[in-house]
């Protein structure tokens, strides 16, 4: 195909595609702000600069080359956030590697199915997570060739085969490993897994150009710069948390990372005070208690340039409530793990649309398209009126932070991306500004407490009671998480129990404790269409009288 470029593109282009990396950036930082504080962690009293951070990374990274970790392998970890996660995160993309942060809040079995999936040549855990760990590697197929255990708080013992973190990079070389692979600019740098629709999970592809992307949108929309500090109150491992104020934007702008090792609201007002912290994230109901902490509290956040909340949208009494209480700088976000957010609301947009998620983001694009009957994709040109009435999925063309994908999984990548678009299967309404409200799911996908949970998966797991013959599983309103999990269970045997319910989905190594149903109810039927499918909206409508 002959090229009609006015110009000779060459060494833009060879420039451009292996020098616009992630790594680039960082090393730019610990260049010119080597003295300057990186990271902070205030469990331990540790504080590293950028300098010493980058010495704790290639530390990490010599130890995964000796491991045969290189280009696009796979370093998975289960870690709460803390200084490892960090050094897996750079490491990775010191050595080629992807780095794949796992979700400790799901079952054994559940993460048995991410290994398998991406097969890490490396797996670390956090020796608070070693029972889950230890069955998510025996319950797998594909077997680690490195797994290390980190002790934060010391004295574990290493189970046999393992390796103590300390011990796994004790004597390695603090000098940057030689970039001895080709770095481009779409090379999978980072994989997150985000709940399927069946007990298969989604593996989200994260590129070197999304991962710098995704940092210059944080910078341009908080805006995030080298004097902030930012403290995210929610774990890493999802995309708004090291993706939004977390370790990925914060030291490519050449800011300080303070870890919040897990959430509580005193801890956090304590350290935004003692840290001077500029920038706090969190989900709605984390910044609800927050709230209702500071009004006992009373700490000193002058040092705040704002709050910023993504996962579900606040009230305007909310809001209101919260400007007063702890910054007159919110910002809200929307988005999918898959493209990151992609609408928001600045300062200057609230109170007044509060309750909205906003308008997109400057360099996305967010449409309302038609509903079709048939379940079909509309075309992305088939929008519905900007009359905020008329429902339409929620559809997002973002270029610069999704790679447009899913991982080793063709059908559900067909299912949810077409022509440029992800189709969210989320429903809602826009207005003549192009502010959108979210209003439901196709999918019936319950949100609680920021985590993204599906029915058929519970389902699944409830009709494998020997005693159950049909289940559905619906969320109810919580005051506290948004939404809870409710069963509706028609048993196949008169002797079931509640009780039973409880103990067997407790006990299920494919249910993590945020799935776990919070009411169950046993009934003599549910309801079904003509070709015998479940309801669920039906079964809300029943629930909610």
């Not at 559940?110 to 069955?135: H, M, N, R, T």
């Not at 004295?155 to 970039?179: F, N, R």
């Not at 069963?487 to 002797?495: G, K, Q, T």
């Amino acid at each position: 195909m002959q090229n009609n470029y006015t110009y000779d593109v060459a060494m833009f282009r060879d420039t451009f595609e292996t020098r616009f990396t992630y790594l680039n950036g960082f090393m730019r930082n610990v260049s010119r702000f080597k003295t300057r504080p990186a990271m902070t962690d205030p469990l331990s009293g540790r504080r590293w600069t950028y300098e010493e951070l980058n010495i704790e990374a290639n530390r990490l990274a010599h130890a995964l080359r000796a491991s045969g970790v290189g280009k696009n392998d796979v370093v998975m970890f289960t870690l709460l956030n803390s200084p490892e996660f960090v050094f897996c995160y750079l490491a990775a993309h010191k050595v080629g590697a992807i780095a794949c942060p796992v979700n400790y809040r799901q079952g054994a079995g559940e993460i048995a199915l991410v290994i398998d999936d991406s097969c890490p040549k490396a797996f670390l855990y956090d020796a608070e997570f070693g029972e889950l760990s230890a069955g998510a590697l025996n319950m797998c197929q594909h077997k680690p060739g490195a797994v290390v255990m980190v002790d934060y708080k010391g004295g574990a013992q290493v189970p046999k085969g393992h390796i103590l973190y300390k011990d796994y990079v004790s004597g390695q070389s603090e000098d940057d490993p030689p970039v001895d692979f080709h770095p481009h600019i779409y090379d999978e740098t980072t994989r997150l897994y985000t709940s399927g629709t069946t007990s298969r999970p989604k593996g989200v592809p994260v590129n070197n150009v999304n991962e710098v992307l995704s940092a210059h949108d944080v910078m341009m929309h908080f805006p995030l710069g080298p004097t902030d500090r930012t403290m995210n109150m929610t774990p890493w491992f999802h995309r708004g948390g090291i993706h939004s104020g977390g370790p990925c934007p914060t030291l490519y702008a050449g800011g300080e990372v303070v870890i919040l090792r897990d959430f509580s609201p005193k801890r956090c007002l304590e350290y935004a005070e003692k840290y001077k912290i500029s920038f706090l994230i969190g989900v709605p109901t984390i910044i609800a208690m927050l709230a209702r902490a500071q009004e006992r509290a009373h700490a000193d956040l002058s040092a705040l340039r704002g709050i910023v909340t993504m996962g579900a949208p606040f009230e305007k009494a909310a809001c209101e409530r919260y400007l007063q209480l702890l910054t007159p700088n919110i910002f809200n976000g929307y988005g999918t793990t898959e493209t990151f957010w992609n609408t928001f609301l600045r300062p200057f947009d609230l109170p007044d649309m509060a309750g909205s998620a906003g308008r997109s983001c400057t360099d996305d694009d967010v449409r309302l398209v038609a509903l079709h009957e048939d379940g079909t994709h509309a075309e992305p040109d088939e929008m519905v009126p900007r009359d905020g009435m008329t429902a339409g999925e929620i559809i997002i063309s973002s270029p610069a932070k999704s790679a447009f994908c899913y991982f080793n999984n063709p059908e559900m990548t067909a299912q949810k991306f077409y022509k440029g678009w992800l189709y969210t299967g989320d429903v809602g309404t826009w207005d003549e500004n192009e502010f959108v409200t979210v209003s439901g799911r196709k999918d019936d996908m319950i949100v609680s407490a920021g985590e993204n949970i599906y029915p058929t998966q519970i389902e699944a797991v409830l009709n494998e009671h020997p005693k159950v013959a049909e289940s559905a599983v619906i969320g109810i309103p919580d005051k506290l998480r948004g939404e809870v999990v409710a069963a509706y269970v028609v048993p196949s045997d008169d002797s079931l129990s509640v009780a039973e319910l409880k103990d067997y989905c407790m006990h299920s190594p494919m249910l993590s404790s945020y799935k776990w149903p919070r009411e169950y109810h046993i009934v003599n039927e549910l309801p079904h269409t003509a070709t015998g499918k479940l309801m669920h909206y039906k079964l809300r409508q029943q629930a909610q009288k």
